[in-house]
């Protein structure tokens, strides 16, 4: 299948690049590089020994994105592109709702406009907020979000839907992650944050690397096991699998179609740290802080669906994350400017 992969150069995206030339598809990389180096492609090229055509182009650019539709002629898009962190998006709503809804508002037009109306969209557990009960499945009802950034996937899931419904001719795939962590095996490709990573791996993988002193864990009186938050850690790789399972629901009539991507077990914070510890053999010095503003105790899924509907099921196990991590982080201590 000729696929669109929009944000294809960044963490995920790149990935699923790698398993969509795997599976035999043809996918094309569009990216405004805003959070994403060029080189990404030079590395998925060596991985695959396929070429990925590039276009760096933004979703928000309309006769960029008819040119690139003009040329490509794609059956499909996977929607990846988009700003996603959490706490830049509360001091700058505005830019988080214009890209991310704006483009995907144009996006979305210049596809119909072209006759392609299969998209599989990137949405996030945060969708579920503070979830009715865990594991989380899909039927699950969504939450309230506590920042923007997260409003933009829950809004974005009801315009796909509300298009969707409309025209039937629209086959549209939400898939909801938990949080993706891990590398490529080859450690060539991986997450490369900027300045102070927000989220848990890529901040204890610095801490490993000497980059940042100690790791702080935002609270210890969850009402957890061990009191700090427990959270569905999946393997990135086995993540972009997961969007190559769903293109089997982008066929004529498939309509609309929601999958949690997680591998329905929770770990807490110093679970991750003990078996970091376990997978590289380097400690981790950590402190306790208090809890930080809009996180949940615990969010974990159910994969059942997935399974059922896609046959897949996330294969990699917390060792595995953590070592492909550190494997990535360690060859690449400056991410892509090595
Ligand atoms: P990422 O930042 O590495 O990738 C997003 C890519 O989109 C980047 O390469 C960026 O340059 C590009 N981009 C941003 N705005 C663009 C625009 N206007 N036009 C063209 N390209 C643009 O992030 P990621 O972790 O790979 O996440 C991919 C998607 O999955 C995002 O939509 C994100 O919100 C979603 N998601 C991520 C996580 C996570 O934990 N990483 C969890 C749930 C959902
Ligand atoms: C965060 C985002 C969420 C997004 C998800 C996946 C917030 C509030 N939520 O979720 O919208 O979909 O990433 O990208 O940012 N932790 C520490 N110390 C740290 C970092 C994290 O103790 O330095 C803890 C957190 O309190 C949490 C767990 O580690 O319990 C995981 O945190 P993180 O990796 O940021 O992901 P989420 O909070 O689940």
């Not at 990404?40 to 760096?56: C, H, L, M, N, Q």
């Not at 046959?311 to 991590?325: F, S």
């Amino acid at each position: 299948m000729r696929i669109l992969v929009t944000g294809g150069a960044g963490f995920i995206g790149s990935h699923t690049v790698v398993e969509l030339q795997e599976a035999g598809h043809e996918p094309f990389v569009l990216d405004n590089l805003y959070n994403a180096s060029e080189k990404v492609i030079g590395r998925v090229e060596a991985i695959t020994g396929k070429k990925v055509p590039f276009y760096k182009v933004d979703i928000r650019d309309r006769e960029g994105l008819n040119r690139v539709f003009d040329e490509v002629k794609p059956e499909a898009v996977i929607h990846f592109a988009g700003l996603k962190a959490v706490g830049e998006s509360v001091r700058m709503p505005w830019e988080y709702y214009e890209n991310n809804i704006g483009g995907t508002l144009t996006l979305v037009d210049v596809m119909r406009q072209h006759g392609c109306k299969n998209i599989i969209f990137s949405s996030s557990a945060t969708v579920y907020g503070d979830p009715a009960f865990i594991p989380i499945t899909e039927e699950c009802p969504k939450g309230q979000c506590t920042n923007p950034y997260g409003w933009t996937k829950s809004m974005l899931e009801q315009i796909l839907s509300d298009i969707q419904k409309a025209d039937q001719e629209w086959n549209v795939v939400l898939l909801r992650y938990f949080n993706p962590i891990g590398a490529h095996k080859s450690g060539t490709i991986g997450e490369n944050p900027n300045g102070i990573p927000n989220n848990l791996m890529p901040y204890i993988t610095q801490v490993a690397v000497g980059k940042l002193e100690k790791l702080h864990v935002f609270g210890n009186d969850y009402d957890t096991p061990d009191g700090t938050g427990v959270r569905d850690y999946i393997h990135v790789v086995d993540l972009a699998k997961g969007h190559v399972c769903a293109l089997k629901k982008l066929t004529p009539g498939s309509g609309l179609s929601i999958y949690n991507l997680g591998t329905g077990v929770g770990y807490s914070v110093l679970d991750i740290v003990k078996n970091f510890e376990a997978a590289t053999g380097i400690t981790i010095p950590y402190v306790i802080d208090p809890r930080r503003a809009g996180d949940i105790a615990t969010c974990y899924s159910s994969a059942d669906k997935a399974h059922e509907d896609l046959g897949w099921k996330a294969e990699n196990g917390i060792r595995e994350m953590c070592e492909d991590a550190w494997r990535w982080q360690s060859s690449n201590p400056n991410g892509y400017d090595d």
